[in-house]
């Protein structure tokens, strides 16, 4: 899982510029572009809808898309361990999400195409990976497709305001590695509670648990099997 683990060395210079436009309240977009000097470039657009269809009941659809365009012998190989980088890179995803009341069922589609698998941690910092399936694999090989399945409950229905849970699984195939197709698989877990009121209002506390496994072919690409468990706590501070 290429992921935001290795970086491509000194920032020089980043430009960055875009913005998000409400359309109205159920439709938003989003388009940026950035310049890491001696990197790449790269644009990113989003569009989200919300489709109402009840009291407690609604459709959202979620597109995110990434282009990166890499700049000629400035890049580094084997990034993705497989001996190249290539000149450019695409990764799109399609969210589907159907709530009800409490319930949230989540259906979503990613691929990956261009020269090679999208790298998102070269000299900018990392977290550029906005799409749908990105967990602890962010499923961005070469040439991957990527299917999700995924449901989150929100206890504040049930009496527990500020607790979540969602579940998730994704499998990839496609991979193009030297080994042939490679295919993954992650089955994950997230429980999350925020405090609602009191000193500690807004203190969010996570346990995230993921199931990872690979097959041969992407393993020998440098993705073994892994079973995580990481513990998050977060506090936002106003400076204002």
């Given at each position: ?60 659809l ?30 799109w ?13 989540i ?84 429980v ?7 000193p ?41």
């Amino acid at each position: 899982m290429p992921s935001s683990s290795r970086d491509s060395g000194e920032l020089n210079s980043a430009d960055v510029f875009g913005g998000t436009y409400q359309v109205n309240e159920n439709l938003s977009t989003s388009l940026y572009f950035s310049d890491v000097e001696d990197v790449y470039e790269k644009k990113y657009a989003n569009v989200n809808y919300v489709v109402p269809m009840g009291s407690e009941q609604a459709l959202s659809l979620d597109f995110n898309i990434y282009k990166a365009e890499y700049d000629d012998e400035t890049v580094p190989n084997d990034f993705f361990g497989d001996g190249t980088l290539g000149d450019d890179s695409t990764i799109w995803s399609l969210a589907a999400k159907y709530s009800t009341g409490a319930h949230a069922f989540i259906l979503a589609h990613q691929r990956v195409s261009g020269d090679a698998g999208y790298a998102y941690d070269l000299g900018d910092g990392g977290s550029a990976i906005w799409v749908a399936n990105s967990f602890y694999s962010d499923f961005n090989w070469k040439d991957e497709r990527s299917y999700q399945a995924s449901y989150e409950l929100d206890f504040s229905t049930f009496g527990a305001p500020g607790l979540f849970w969602k579940t998730a699984y994704v499998y990839g195939d496609n991979i193009d590695t030297a080994g042939g197709e490679g295919k993954e698989r992650e089955f994950f877990n997230q429980v999350q509670y925020v405090v609602q009121s009191g000193p500690a209002k807004d203190l969010s506390l996570k346990l995230r648990n993921s199931i990872y496994r690979s097959n041969n072919a992407l393993r020998d690409a440098g993705s073994p099997d892994l079973n995580e468990i990481r513990a998050f706590i977060e506090y936002p501070l106003s400076i204002l």
